[in-house]
């Protein structure tokens, strides 16, 4: 198992910055992916960018050339650098992970998630 806990969001204007951080309560060598999603209220979580353990990367097309995403196994941290952001960015940001559980009877690969921190683009 482990926990991750998001941080970074806050309030910015339009064409500024923000990187978020993902912190993991254990090492993310075998967390394959990592990855942000983010969701707005009566809206669907939706996927922004993950990052596998070799470091390929793969981003929603929206945010391709604005959003930078990285990984430090050796920190157990997960950033989403997040340039000229557009008011229409601002939502609840959640950093995921899927790794394999075995604590159980049988390993299970689950999903695991961030408590979630909220970015706020102003006009």
């Known amino acids: 198992q482990v926990q991750l806990v998001g941080s970074g969001g806050g309030l910015v204007q339009a064409g500024g910055s923000l990187t978020l951080s993902c912190a993991a309560s254990r090492s993310i060598v075998d967390i394959n992916p990592m990855g942000w999603y983010r969701q707005t209220p009566g809206k669907a979580r939706e996927f922004l960018a993950t990052i596998t353990t070799d470091r390929s990367t793969n981003y929603e097309d929206s945010v391709k050339g604005r959003f930078t995403i990285s990984r430090d196994n050796a920190a157990n941290m997960v950033y989403l650098q997040m340039n000229s952001l557009k008011p229409e960015d601002t939502a609840v940001y959640y950093c995921?992970?899927?790794?394999?559980?075995?604590?159980?009877?049988?390993?299970?690969?689950?999903?695991?998630w961030g408590q979630g921190t909220q970015v706020t683009v102003s006009s």
């Open positions: 995921y992970g899927k790794a394999w559980d075995y604590s159980g009877v049988r390993p299970a690969l689950n999903d695991y």
